[in-house]
């Protein structure tokens, strides 16, 4: 299941029910009025906010549904399983637009451009994919890193792109090449989550070393080590 709270009171608001395995993603729809899930059942489903209603189920991968995530104008949802594929997907109806192949692994994570015109994928063979959102036609590969790639986000400009690693470093690219601009190295372990700054000035990472860094997006400096954490650091932003 996926729960839906009040953030003053902590009120359950809504229970998401019909998964038949478990939930690894749930996000928002731009205007807060639907929510989209990732489950382990090898569907995507899309529900109402407000009373759990289900509205929609994204179906067609055939592995697990790592992620899903709405497009800025909430008109798509992507999704990125471990059948090695990214599937493009119509928000209010499910049917699936465009499917994006290539990666020999499975795909950890997909979202949007700001623009929404582009999809940036990251996946276990160790790339980072980036596609046109409308026709899956793939635009750059960022290759580099040495193990998995966890994560990858677009700055707010979207010119740029952040992956994350099991191979203890974040990387920065550029969106339109796929030319590698800095390297984050220094954690001591995978790097499980990069986010940027509002200002796409700072990049935040998150470690299963215990720490979150914060770096310069520009040049890669280290400007902060945040410590305390007892365990890994899943996400940061």
């Given at each position: 299941t996926a729960r839906v709270w009040e953030t003053d009171s902590g009120r359950l608001v809504a229970e998401l029910k019909g998964h038949q395995h478990h939930v690894w993603s749930a996000s928002y729809s731009p205007d807060g009025?639907?929510?989209v899930t990732a489950s382990e059942d090898r569907t995507a489903r899309v529900w109402e906010a407000d009373n759990g209603r289900l509205i929609a189920e994204l179906t067609g991968h055939q592995d697990t549904?790592?992620?899903a995530l709405y497009s800025p104008d909430g008109r798509r949802i992507v999704t990125a399983s471990s059948d090695k594929t990214t599937?493009?997907?119509e928000a209010d109806s499910g049917r699936m637009v465009a499917e994006l192949k290539g990666h020999q692994k499975s795909v950890m994570s997909a979202?949007?451009?700001p623009d929404g015109r582009r999809i940036v994928t990251a996946s276990d063979d160790t790339t980072a994919r980036e596609w046109e959102?409308?026709?899956g036609r793939m635009?750059?590969?960022l290759t580099g890193h040495q193990n998995r790639v966890l994560s990858a986000s677009y700055s707010p400009d979207g010119r740029r792109i952040v992956t994350t690693s099991e191979d203890h470093t974040a990387r920065v690219w550029e969106a339109d090449s796929g030319r590698l601009v800095a390297e984050l190295k220094g954690h001591q372990d995978?790097?499980?989550?990069?986010?940027y700054s509002p200002d796409g000035r700072r990049i935040v990472t998150a470690s299963a070393d215990k720490t979150a860094r914060v770096w310069d997006a520009d040049s890669g400096r280290l400007v902060a080590e945040l410590m305390g954490h007892q365990?890994?650091?899943m996400s940061a932003s």
């Open positions: 009025r639907r929510i549904v790592l992620s599937r493009v997907w979202s949007y451009s959102a409308d026709s635009v750059a590969e995978l790097v499980y989550r990069a986010m365990e890994g650091v």
